[in-house]
């Protein structure tokens, strides 16, 4: 039986009204209030426009998409680094993120109107999705971009998938450590039992999260391709596939717009798939069956993107699946909050001028630039106008 038809996205936005920064990458101090609907920050490369998008993206997801420590996020020097979201509705969340040599009482802390909350029941104050350069290789670049891409979408829609995200890689570190010991010898393979047991229950459902996202996805990614495309490359059957190893373990796989499986069958699937690849892990020393392995493909036309589209088809159908995920994630919850850091640099003017035209259809949009020719387009559309000058947030008149 196919899918229900694509809900619309929601209609209200938990609007961000002011952040605040203090001892955040290279900012001492900084302030800005954007607009609720579309906000340029301009200013040249190096200036720190990137910081200002990280720090409302790492608050809201709990982690950054460029730092390995938190540290890392602290002003050089600083014992600590805040960063304070305030936003519509009398909402306030603080983050804050201990230094290399933190005060004695600070730690990692995140709060919501002054009580603590752990980073994934935050979806349900504010969602966010993040546009960055380093995306329009998303389809050429490694798995674990594309694994990152659909578990950012499934964290935000799903408190208890995003508990399942995390379980999943602490269950396959202590199954590799395990794995490791079985090769030197200092382990017998049986006690392998219960870390397979585990990966088959906590896989089976992070699989299924994720491919009820790809289902959501799948209904959305044709309109919105051809919304973004030239008219040359309109009606495009663009596809997109779960990549997964588990073989002929799983004889009833389904596609995920026709079908979602359950927890049960997929954990029965991982339960055969782990029991005949047990002898070649302990070979390896490493885990072979899991989530933590398996991909995303997309396909135009029935072929492979990534051997055979174009770099232009390949930003388009990367544009529309982010497009894709902004709507989605506005389905069961607020609109998220879009940020573009200098995106728009990577596009040819038309695709930036269609992109642009969706996107503040979208609720509130942050962007990046250093591009004069962004600036005059946002100036055209009435956008509010920030620049970096001297390390501060100064709003253009």
Same mark, same amino acid.
């Given at each position: 039986?196919?899918?229900?038809?694509?809900?619309?996205?929601?209609?209200?936005?938990?609007?961000?009204?002011?952040?605040?920064?203090?001892?955040?990458?290279?900012?001492?101090? %900084? &302030?800005?209030?954007?607009?609720?609907?579309?906000? #340029?920050?301009?200013?040249?490369?190096?200036?720190?426009?990137?910081? /200002?998008?990280?720090?409302?993206?790492?608050?809201?997801?709990?982690?950054?998409?460029?730092?390995?420590?938190?540290? &890392?996020?602290?002003?050089?020097?600083?014992?600590?680094?805040? #960063?304070?979201?305030? /936003?519509?509705?009398?909402?306030?969340?603080?983050?804050? $993120?201990?230094?290399?040599?933190?005060?004695?009482?600070?730690?990692?802390?995140?709060?919501?109107?002054?009580?603590?909350?752990?980073?994934?029941?935050?979806?349900?104050?504010?969602?966010?999705?993040?546009?960055?350069?380093?995306?329009?290789?998303?389809?050429?670049?490694?798995?674990?971009?594309?694994?990152?891409?659909?578990?950012?979408? #499934?964290?935000?829609?799903?408190?208890?998938?995003?508990?399942?995200?995390?379980?999943?890689?602490?269950?396959?570190?202590?199954?590799? %450590?395990?794995?490791?010991?079985?090769?030197?010898?200092?382990?017998?393979?049986?006690?392998?039992?219960?870390?397979?047991?585990?990966?088959?229950?906590?896989?089976?459902?992070?699989?299924?999260?994720?491919?009820?996202?790809?289902?959501?996805?799948?209904?959305?990614?044709?309109?919105?391709?051809?919304?973004?495309?030239?008219?040359?490359?309109?009606?495009? %059957?663009?596809?997109?596939?779960?990549? !997964?190893?588990?073989?002929?373990?799983?004889?009833?796989?389904?596609?995920?717009?026709?079908?979602?499986?359950?927890?049960?069958?997929?954990?029965?699937?991982?339960? $055969?798939?782990?029991?005949?690849?047990?002898?070649?892990?302990?070979?390896?020393?490493?885990?072979?069956?899991?989530?933590?392995?398996?991909?995303?493909?997309?396909?135009?036309?029935?072929?492979?993107?990534?051997?055979?589209?174009?770099?232009?088809?390949?930003?388009?159908?990367?544009?529309?699946?982010?497009?894709?995920?902004?709507d989605l994630l506005g389905v069961d919850g607020l609109r998220p909050?879009?940020?573009?850091?200098?995106?728009?640099?990577?596009?040819?003017?038309?695709?930036?001028?269609?992109?642009?035209?969706?996107?503040?259809?979208?609720?509130?949009?942050?962007?990046?630039?250093? !591009?004069?020719?962004?600036?005059?387009? %946002?100036?055209?559309?009435?956008?509010?106008?920030?620049?970096?000058?001297?390390?501060? $947030?100064?709003?253009?008149?």
């Open positions: 039986m196919a899918l229900r038809a694509a809900p619309r996205a929601a209609e209200a936005t938990m609007v961000l009204t002011r952040l605040k920064l203090v001892d955040f990458r290279s900012y001492a101090a %900084a &302030e800005i209030e954007p607009d609720a609907g579309l906000t #340029v920050v301009a200013g040249p490369n190096g200036t720190g426009k990137t910081n /200002l998008l990280e720090a409302i993206h790492t608050t809201i997801v709990g982690r950054s998409h460029r730092a390995d420590a938190d540290a &890392e996020l602290v002003r050089h020097g600083a014992p600590f680094a805040r #960063v304070r979201l305030e /936003l519509g509705g009398a909402t306030t969340i603080e983050f804050v $993120l201990p230094g290399v040599d933190p005060p004695a009482g600070v730690h990692k802390r995140l709060q919501v109107n002054g009580v603590s909350r752990r980073a994934a029941s935050l979806a349900e104050v504010a969602r966010v999705v993040l546009f960055r350069p380093e995306e329009m290789l998303l389809l050429v670049g490694s798995p674990g971009d594309r694994r990152r891409f659909l578990d950012g979408i #499934v964290a935000q829609r799903d408190r208890r998938a995003a508990r399942d995200l995390i379980e999943v890689s602490r269950v396959v570190a202590q199954r590799n %450590a395990l794995l490791r010991a079985i090769r030197a010898e200092e382990a017998p393979l049986d006690a392998l039992a219960f870390w397979d047991e585990k990966l088959a229950l906590t896989g089976a459902r992070v699989m299924r999260a994720r491919l009820e996202v790809l289902a959501g996805l799948l209904e959305r990614i044709g309109p919105l391709h051809d919304a973004v495309a030239s008219p040359d490359e309109h009606g495009g %059957a663009v596809r997109l596939a779960y990549v !997964d190893g588990l073989k002929e373990a799983w004889p009833d796989r389904s596609d995920p717009s026709e079908r979602i499986p359950g927890d049960d069958e997929l954990a029965a699937a991982y339960r $055969l798939r782990i029991a005949d690849m047990r002898q070649k892990e302990a070979w390896n020393g490493v885990s072979l069956v899991g989530p933590q392995r398996d991909d995303l493909r997309a396909e135009l036309g029935g072929r492979d993107v990534a051997a055979h589209a174009s770099r232009g088809q390949q930003r388009t159908i990367i544009l529309a699946m982010k497009l894709a995920e902004t909050i879009v940020l573009l850091d200098d995106v728009f640099s990577e596009l040819d003017p038309d695709r930036a001028s269609r992109l642009s035209a969706l996107l503040t259809r979208r609720g509130q949009v942050i962007v990046t630039t250093a !591009d004069p020719g962004t600036l005059e387009g %946002a100036r055209r559309r009435e956008a509010a106008v920030w620049r970096i000058e001297d390390g501060a $947030l100064v709003p253009e008149a």
